[in-house]
C-alpha cells in the first residue's frame, strides 16, 4: 500500500516565514495531498488540497480576500480529477477521504466526494461548524467549504483501536483495522492536527502534514518562530510535535509534509502552472 502525493497548487511566500535563518526570496511552497489504494478500501485520499472553489466563482467576500492575500495558483494537473484519472480511477471510485485538520488547503476539494465516507476528527468538526465565524477564519477555516451533510458522512477516528506506531513514534488510531495506517496526533498546528504512519512499509513513512512547512524547519536551530508562531494553533505544542517527527526520522523512518518545497520520494510527477 504505496502511497502517492500529488501537488494541487503552490504557495509562494518569503523563506524566513517558514525556516529560520532564512532569506527575503520567495519560495514556492507545495499543497499536497495523498492518494493509495486499500485491498478493502479501494482508493483512498488524503485531505484534497486547494481547488477553484478557493479561486475562483461564487465566494464569500472573506475567501476572496484570502484568496487575494495567499494567491495559490493551481496545478491543473494535479487537481484530484486529473491525477485520479492518471492511476486509473474516477471521482466516484474513491469511498474514503481522511481529513488531516480544517484549514482551507486541506478541504477545498471536498465538494467532489459527495458520497465519500469521511475519516476525521468528529469532535474537531462539531466545534468547526459551531463556533463563530471570527475564530474560525483567525485559523485559515471556511466553512462555505464544506459539504452540508458532511458531518452525518464522518467516521470519527478517535473510535479507532489504538495501536503502538513504529520507531518510538507512539500510538495511533488504526484506521483500516490491519494496522497499516495509523492516525498519529500531532497537535498545534490546527484543533485536531493529525498526520498518517504508514506502518507496513518497508521503512515506515510519516505523513506529518503540517508539523512544519519543510523537513530542515524540524531541526531545533531551523525552527521559526515569529511570526510563523501566529499561524499555529498551540505554539508549545506544535514544538513538541516537531519534536516528535523529528525523533521518528532520525530513528530511520521517512517523513514527508505538506508544503515542503522539495521534490519527495513519493510525489507525483507534475506540471508547474
Known amino acids: 500500500m504505496n502511497p502517492v502525493f500529488a501537488n494541487s497548487a503552490f504557495v509562494t511566500v518569503p523563506e524566513r516565514l517558514f525556516l529560520r535563518g532564512g532569506t527575503w526570496r520567495r519560495v514556492r511552497l507545495k499543497v499536497r495531498y495523498g492518494i493509495f489504494v486499500h485491498p478493502e478500501a479501494g482508493p483512498v485520499l488524503i ?19 484570502y484568496d487575494a492575500i495567499l494567491r495559490p495558483e493551481l496545478a491543473k494537473e494535479g487537481q484530484p480529477g486529473s491525477v485520479l484519472r492518471k492511476l486509473g480511477f474516477t471521482l466516484d471510485d474513491v469511498g474514503t477521504v481522511i481529513v488531516t485538520h480544517f484549514h482551507a488547503d486541506h478541504v477545498a ?87 498518517l504512519c504508514f506502518a507496513g512499509l518497508a521503512e515506515p513513512l510519516l505523513y506529518a502534514v503540517d508539523a512544519q512547512w519543510c523537513a530542515e524547519a524540524l531541526e531545533d536551530e531551523r525552527r521559526p518562530g515569529f511570526p510563523a508562531s501566529l499561524i499555529a494553533d498551540a505554539p508549545s505544542a506544535l514544538a513538541e510535535s516537531t519534536r516528535r517527527v523529528l525523533a521518528f526520522r532520525r530513528a530511520g523512518g521517512k517523513v514527508l509534509l505538506c508544503h515542503d518545497p522539495a521534490v519527495a520520494p513519493f510525489d507525483l510527477p507534475e506540471e508547474r502552472p
Open 47 to 65: 485531505d484534497t488540497g486547494y481547488g477553484p472553489r478557493v479561486t475562483c466563482g461564487p465566494r464569500s467576500l472573506l475567501l476572496r480576500l
Open 109 to 195: 476539494g471536498l465538494d467532489l466526494f459527495p458520497k465519500a465516507r469521511i475519516l476525521t476528527k468528529a469532535e474537531v468538526l462539531g466545534r468547526v461548524l459551531n463556533q463563530r465565524t471570527r475564530k474560525n477564519l483567525r485559523h485559515g477555516i471556511f466553512t462555505e467549504l464544506l459539504p452540508s451533510d458532511l458531518a452525518s458522512r464522518v467516521a470519527d477516528i478517535d473510535g479507532y483501536a489504538l495501536r503502538p506506531a513504529p520507531l518510538g513514534l507512539g500510538s495511533g488510531h488504526d484506521l483500516l483495522g490491519d494496522g497499516s495506517l495509523l492516525a498519529i496526533d500531532l497537535p498545534g498546528h490546527a484543533d485536531g492536527h493529525f498526520g
